[in-house]
């Protein structure tokens, strides 16, 4: 049954190695597809690049700055706020986190998408990312956005607006009265009779939807929804460490964000400008996917197995057993007990780790409270963190065997990005000289590895 897809996989194949060539910002901007390029392949993706590269009217270009300055600044620690606030949060809206589910890459190759989502945001976040020509930020948005548009087709084994008008064409798919659809519209039946899906693409097609119940994949919401939890779930989170920003840094940071959600082809009126409105839209988005999937009979629920495979990925990572669990209690801290209950984390830890994390919490916020007295900017709480974020950024982000899938030139700036973390500016002399020694085997020698990588990657190429 498959060798009647083959044509299709092929198309598939072609649009993947002809958006590789899409390595930078100016690439983009005036890309041709090769000459022997099928033209229903090759004029569509041209038009594509033509209507989606630009920055919306409202872009502030100091604001865009001020970010990039932020993630330059607190980079390291970000990645730890990246494990455990923003992929969590991620994966509890039950839908989005069904669409993950359904290709298996979740489970069973966690540190590849790990890994993916890192390729989006270094190229994002590093100077001039969304703003230069020689930088990678719009590049990689265009195809994470056109990943979505392939991940929505092959769902739906069509466009979704095909789904749409089939859903709401026939009379017997509404209700009398009633704006609900019938229990059976809109279904995208599974191919029982394919063969064992061997590959991401195959599994999304073979799997079914019914949009009639759960409405589009990939949806505007769920694309605002993620949009969120690398912006609006980060912030919060320094909130909860103790490390708030002024309300003009986190406008910027917002702002940048919504700056590549644009790009990314979410609706403006999905973004949020301030904290305040990224907490209610945050909420609110939660709060109804919560309840449309308890509405649903007795679904099987995508999300613990999502959560215990990146609790997994990082506990593996931790050498010492008693602070396997920091990732999980940091991660239930920062997400709060109903994320945590939804991710199936809140079951029972043993008594020495939580011990060790909440005296750990509690003396962190007393010594930083204490030695700010006399030096504002101190924070152990930022060094804890940092020299956490450099452990999962070196063993699971930027291992030199599997780097992030980047251009060479930007995989060696994402190495320059990681040398300019070696120090934290805010803290005293004598506390980088302890962060040095702790990182200077992993951290640093990683980030130069990484950078040696790329100049023979492009030697190579």
Known sequence: MTAQWQPQWQKLTTVSQLFAQWSDN?????WKAPVGTAPEIGVPLADYLHAARHLPDWADQGKLKRAEALFMEYGALSVTMLFCSSLPECYVIPDLAAVLHVTGQLEKHTEYRIRATGAMIFPVMMRGGLTDPDGGGVAQILKVRLIH???????????PEAAMVALVADPNNLKTGSTRY????????????????????QSLFAHGWNTGADGLPCNQEELAYTLLTFSYVFLRSMHKLGLPLSRADEEAYLHAWNVAGHVLGIERELMADSMEEAEALFSGMQTRGRAAWRLKPGPSDPRPLLGHALMQSMAQVIPLPSLKPFPTLLTRYLCGSPSASDLGLSGAISWLPRWLFAGCMLLVRAIDWLVRLVFPQFSIARFITRILGYHLMTKLLMDQTRPLKLPPHLLNRVGDTMDQWSDDPKAPNWLNSMEDRLTVKGGWKAAADTKGMAQGMEKKG
């Open 26 to 30: 100016r690439s983009v901007t005036d």
């Open 149 to 159: 548009a392939t991940i929505r087709n092959l769902i739906l084994r069509g466009s």
């Open 182 to 201: 019938a229990d059976d519209a809109g279904i995208v039946p599974p191919l029982l009779g394919m063969a064992q899906p061997d590959n991401m693409h």
